[in-house]
């Protein structure tokens, strides 16, 4: 069977199963790139969280000045 694939201001006519394929690859490029950007959130919060832990231990010593 064939389907229409739009593709920028044409439309091409492939192959069912390709582009099933084509479809199944996009979704597994994007659940990567979810899970590299929860990933790098992660990161950032724990970063985020050690800085106030930082700045809280010396804003003490900055009023005592």
Do not use: F
Not at 2 to 11: E, M
Not at 23 to 42: A, M, R, S
Request: hydrophobic share 30%.
């Amino acid at each position: 069977k064939s389907a229409y694939k739009i593709s920028g201001p044409i439309i091409i006519m492939k192959d069912k199963e390709s582009l099933l394929k084509e479809l199944k690859e996009g979704v597994e490029e994007l659940d990567l790139q979810i899970k590299i950007l929860e990933k790098n959130e992660t990161k950032l919060r724990e970063s985020i969280n050690e800085s106030g832990k930082k700045l809280q231990k010396l804003l003490p010593e900055l009023k005592e000045e």
